[in-house]
């Protein structure tokens, strides 16, 4: 048994490397269907993942590929048809197996501390990036700015102009009591790449910035609305006032709420402006077009300045941001590598044009090489890093 374990972790390590031929790929499959290899795939998975996600549809580890690429590179030109369709009637018993396995080994897609990547794994990925963290730059109406960062403590209530303000534990919060005189001019608060930032407004409303992104907001809420100014993602929960709706205003597109949840996303390296909406109801508009939108709906802000209306969006997967996850539901890799960007302070450089669609989920508080290594078990495509460069390849 232990000569075939130790077989059986060799074949494993190629095919995560992209690197079995055609004998090593059929030889592999025929492995996991053997007595005694279910608990040393599982060990061999645990090393790698911690969980598929549950509920997937189908296996992150892109089988029917990895076989048509290796047999494409390693077969002869001549009598190869028969053979591969052969090999192609192991994927689907082999992938279902590979599926319970690895569903068995922990929670989400990275390694963990308990199971550190072994040395083979490092090479490409010798210069990790961390994950973000929580901080933020606070501007006040008079131009003086704030470092703010996790853990900072209530030195605020030390500083001219910043009464009523605290922050506790990467949250910045205005409790000004409501007696208290109304005070004019606006604040901004900022988060870099790399950076989140949670904040309650003066109405008690909740907002999440996400890294790369600002809302400007007034130090007291005055006059018959609530008006505030967002850059980039923020997702809110709006305090419910009937008498006093609340706007955001994004690029020159406007969102009305009276008490909702929802996230906007609006940087600029997207193809437009998408309002999601969770709870409530919103209407969102610019110039002549407007769209009012239902719990699950999300709105998409095209360049010609009119809206396409997704009735059935995946909520979970637009929000999980602000539950400290990435979350991808069938997200193109352009997508996800200007999250890694933008969450990473990583640049992106790209050795071809690359089309892949990948489905799962990882905690954002990791280093980038264990979401890399989660997408590289696809088998389509490969990175590494080269100081806060991040290289993205086919194999």
């Known amino acids: 048994m232990t000569g075939n374990s130790d077989r059986l972790t060799y074949l494993y390590r190629k095919y995560i490397n992209g690197t079995c031929t055609e004998e090593e790929l059929q030889e592999f499959f025929e492995y996991i269907g053997q007595p005694g290899m279910k608990e040393k795939l599982e060990a061999l ?17 892109d089988w029917e590929y990895m076989y048509g690429r290796v047999t494409r590179n390693a077969l002869p030109a001549t009598g190869t048809q028969k053979k591969v369709k052969r090999l192609l009637a192991w994927p689907a018993v082999a992938a279902a197996s590979i599926i319970v396995l690895m569903a068995a080994t922990g929670l989400y897609f990275l390694f963990r501390e308990k199971h550190p990547a072994p040395a083979w794994a490092h090479n490409r990925f010798q210069n990790d990036l961390p994950p973000g963290n929580s901080k933020a730059v606070l501007t006040l109406a ?39 005189a109304a005070t004019a001019g606006y604040n901004t608060l900022t988060t870099p790449k790399g950076g989140q930032f949670r ?6 409303s909740k907002v999440w910035l996400n890294a790369a992104s600002s809302i400007t907001y007034p130090v007291t809420f005055t006059g018959n609305s609530r008006t505030v100014t967002i850059t980039g993602e923020a997702y809110l929960e709006v305090s419910r006032n009937p008498g006093k709706p609340f706007k955001v205003m994004v690029n020159g597109m406007e969102v009305t709420v009276l008490g909702t949840c929802f996230n906007i996303n609006a940087y600029t ?24 939108l239902q719990p699950g ?3 998409q802000l ?19 941001w602000k539950n400290g996850m990435f979350a991808f539901n069938d997200a193109d890799i352009a997508s996800i590598m200007r999250q890694v960007n933008r969450w990473y302070d990583a640049e992106i450089v790209y050795t071809s044009a690359v089309s892949q669609h990948f489905v799962g989920s990882i905690p954002r508080d990791v280093p980038v090489s264990k979401l890399l290594t989660m997408l590289e078990l696809t088998g389509r495509l490969r990175f590494r890093i080269e100081g806060k460069k991040i290289i993205v390849t086919q194999p």
């Open 142 to 180: 008079n131009g003086t700015s704030i470092a703010l960062y996790e853990g900072g403590s209530s030195f605020l209530s030390q500083l001219e102009n910043t009464k009523g303000m605290k922050l506790n534990s990467g949250e910045l919060v205005y409790d000004t009591p409501a007696d208290a």
């Open 45 to 61: 998975a645990d090393e790698h993942l911690d969980n598929i996600l549950p509920g997937t549809a189908e296996p992150p580890i």
């Open 199 to 204: 904040l309650v407004l003066p109405d008690g």
């Open 297 to 299: 709906q999300q709105a």
């Open 269 to 292: 390296d997207e193809a437009g402006i998408s309002t999601t909406l969770l709870e409530g109801a919103v209407r969102v508009s610019r110039g002549n077009n407007m769209q009012v």
């Open 302 to 320: 095209q360049s010609n300045g009119t809206f396409r209306l997704m009735p059935d969006t995946d909520t979970a997967a637009v929000t999980a």
